[in-house]
């Protein structure tokens, strides 16, 4: 395999997470004779700095050409002011945008010897083994108008929800062709109570799920969703759900596995790269972390597990991601940990010892 990986290593604790996660990736293309090559470019804040912009145009390009996509972070109190014109995380959402990622993957599967890092009582985690899929591209996050208005004397801000059939449909199949591979059940989270866009949404729901009988569909609020992903995360297989709510619901499941730095993501679309399989975009679930961001204490297994996840789906390559995952599941076996879920009394590696560590699994 020869592939073409384009990095944005982003800001704050991006650029170090991302810089494990390339330390891993020689060590899969020693093992498995595989030649990959990696080129960098600016995203988000950075990119602000240097070029006027949360994505340039150059970016653009390389993403639009590569066989897939390594993302670290965006973001910080610098360019946080909310009355700027250009923020990093229009960056973000420009690249999903242009690269057409309406799918986003996240697994959440507590590492066994992690459930003591968790606030949840252990009993609650086990068998938790559920992936998210959340819709992309739509919804609240790219509806127009999007504007602040003086009403009545006074400023008034709008943002718009709205979601098309052919939207939800093609995120709903990705859920159902995903569960038919699992555990065959799929939980659609929506606000249909309320808002006109969710009865839309499971409507739709309810079409898509016509075509696959084998699977079974039940629909939860969303409100109710979050109560119990602490309360019965297990009884979860795959949870299909529209983008604002996937945002939030996937940060607050990121206790279950002890830290939000643990988890990975997939971003994934209707394009092909060269080698046929979906040009996408990985990253961590975690945000740009300013506050330790340059101290080298950062948990980069979100990232090396995005880099897995990358190695799966756009590069066709399922044995190099298991023994990636693998890795990462050995190490923490064996009972190291990053300082974010180290023990009382435990001594924490920083991230390059931890990423040499998975690394020589990896050997």
Known sequence: MEARIVVLPGDGIGPEVVAAALAVLPAVAARYGHT???????????????????????????????????????????????????????????????????ANLRPVRPHPDLLAASPLRPERLQGVDLLVVRELTGGIYFGTPRERRTVN???????????????????????????????????SVDKANVLESSRLWRQTVNEVAAEYPGVVLEHVLVDAAAMHLLTRPASFD????ENMFGDILTDEASVLAGSMGNLPSASL???????????GLYEPIHGSAPDIAGRG???????????????????????????????????????????????????????????????????
């Open 153 to 187: 004397g006074e400023i008034q801000a709008v943002d718009t929800l709205v979601y098309s059939q052919s939207e939800i449909r093609r995120v709903s199949h990705v859920a159902f062709q995903a569960a038919r591979q699992r555990r065959g059940k799929v939980t």
């Open 238 to 241: 795959v949870i299909v759900t």
């Open 36 to 102: 990959f090559e990696t080129e960098e470019h600016l995203i988000g804040g950075g990119a602000i700095d240097a070029c006027g912009t949360a994505l340039p145009d150059e970016t653009r390009r390389a993403c639009l050409q590569a066989d897939a996509v390594l993302l670290g972070a965006v973001g910080g109190p610098q360019w946080d002011d909310p009355a700027a014109p250009v923020r990093p995380e229009q960056g973000l959402l420009a690249i999903r945008q242009a690269m057409g990622l309406f």
């Open 297 to 363: 204490i950062a948990n980069p297994i979100g990232t090396i597990l995005s880099l897995a996840l990358l190695l799966r789906h756009s590069l066709g390559l399922e044995g190099e991601a298991r023994a990636v995952e693998a890795a990462v599941a050995q190490t923490l076996a064996a009972g190291y940990r990053t300082a974010d879920l180290a023990a009382n009394g435990q001594k924490p590696l920083n991230t390059q010892e931890i990423e040499a560590v998975i690394v020589s699994h990896l050997g």
């Open 269 to 279: 679309g209707e394009t092909r790269n060269r080698h046929g399989f979906p040009r």
